[in-house]
């Protein structure tokens, strides 16, 4: 229901704005139309409160209603009905009523769509209804130049507060959309990319790199001995431990580098533009920094943490960023079965030494 009544007062905000400025100075061309008729007092007076007092009364009745989207409904069908009903009282006279027939029929559409212009143009026949039989069927067929004077405003004025309501709503939309399109990109936990995003980049990347002749490497990151962390600590400090990694991940990278979770306590970096020596001294500091791991909310807790790393540079003979894949991941691998804590470069690199172990003092 909260939910429901927060979406029903946005609808009842972006309705205000057009419905105050038709009304108010829809006022003026209904004005000039009324004043060569012989009406009653009381229907200047109901134009005044239709004008000026309805658009506030409706804004008010919407937002302190349970359902605001139901009962701002429920007001732009009195908007249609008196729109019809002050048709009819200017005798039809032509530019007037094309003007209120217009406002009505666009507010109808782009509040709640073409559906609803049909309730919208039965309410205004049955305001038309209601005036003709106050005050009978006539018809006035000309304008004067003062009746469309009277029209100029709010034929500029609404039409601008229209396309502004849906200006701003295309902008929010725009952001949701942005925001969305984050949200399936990114892992919850982390905040780093998912896996399928990660993987559609992985791709991308080794054809860029292939491309272009420029060095890529890629590193695979696991969490030393995590499901013990989780069996020993709980599940909750196991989450922070994933948090801070991302976090080491995200403040030793530059914007271009690509992080994500592989999956459970396994993250992936692709590092463009960066030599496997680079990438091999970045990895170490992540190492370094991590092997002090300290819980944030309970520091007293000697959690001891460490990583096992798989680094592989973007080779000429692989044929597609899966065998960069499965070469970083061997090099993992590798890691894992020779002690852990390290970092371990791909065999197909040559270089003096293709692991390096480093103890934590």
């Known amino acids: 229901m909260d939910n429901k009544r ?26 000039a139309a009324l004043h060569p008729l012989d009406r009653p007092m009381w229907l200047w007076g109901l134009l005044l409160l239709n004008a000026l007092v309805w658009p506030h009364l409706a804004f008010q009745l919407s937002s302190r209603a349970a359902y605001p989207y139901q009962t701002e409904r429920r007001n ?75 029209c100029l405003p709010v034929l500029i004025l609404y039409p601008l507060s229209v396309g502004m309501v849906s200006y701003r709503l295309a902008i929010t939309l725009a952001e949701h ?93 692709i590092l463009p533009n960066r030599s496997l020596h680079q990438a091999q001294e970045i990895m170490e500091q992540l190492r370094q920094v991590f092997c002090n791991y300290q819980h944030a909310d309970e520091p007293q807790l000697q959690i001891s943490v460490s990583l096992s790393i798989g680094l592989a540079s973007c080779r000429p003979e692989f044929q ?10 061997k090099a993992l691998y590798v890691a894992k079965n020779t002690g852990r804590n390290k970092i371990s470069i791909g065999a197909a690199d040559t270089l003096p030494e293709s692991v390096l172990s480093r103890s934590p003092e």
């Open 76 to 150: 732009i069908l009195i908007d249609s009905l008196c729109g019809g009903f002050w048709a009819a009282t200017i005798q039809f006279n032509a530019l007037p009523t094309v003007i209120i027939v217009s406002m009505m029929m666009m507010h109808n559409v782009s509040a709640a769509g073409p559906r609803f212009l049909l309730y919208g143009v039965l309410a205004q026949l049955a305001g038309v209804f209601i005036s003709l039989l106050i005050f009978g069927a006539a018809f006035t067929p000309a304008t004067t130049s003062l009746q469309v004077y009277a």
């Open 177 to 269: 959309k942005r925001a969305l399109s984050t949200l399936s990109r990114t892992d919850s936990l982390t905040g780093l990319l998912n896996h399928g995003s990660w993987k559609d980049l992985l791709q991308l990347s080794f054809l860029q790199s292939r491309e272009s002749h420029s060095p890529a490497t890629l590193a695979l990151i696991d969490i030393d001995h995590f499901k013990q962390i989780n069996d020993t600590y709980g599940h909750i400090v196991g989450d922070c431990v994933l948090r801070q990694l991302s976090k080491e991940l995200k403040d030793s990278l530059r914007a271009q580098d690509l992080a994500g979770r592989y999956g459970g306590d396994e993250f992936c970096v």
């Open 6 to 31: 927060g979406k029903g007062l946005s609808f009842a905000r972006r309705i205000y704005a057009p419905r105050a400025i038709g009304s108010g100075f829809g006022g003026l061309s209904l004005i």
């Open 320 to 329: 597609n960023a899966s065998t960069w894949l499965n070469e970083a991941d």
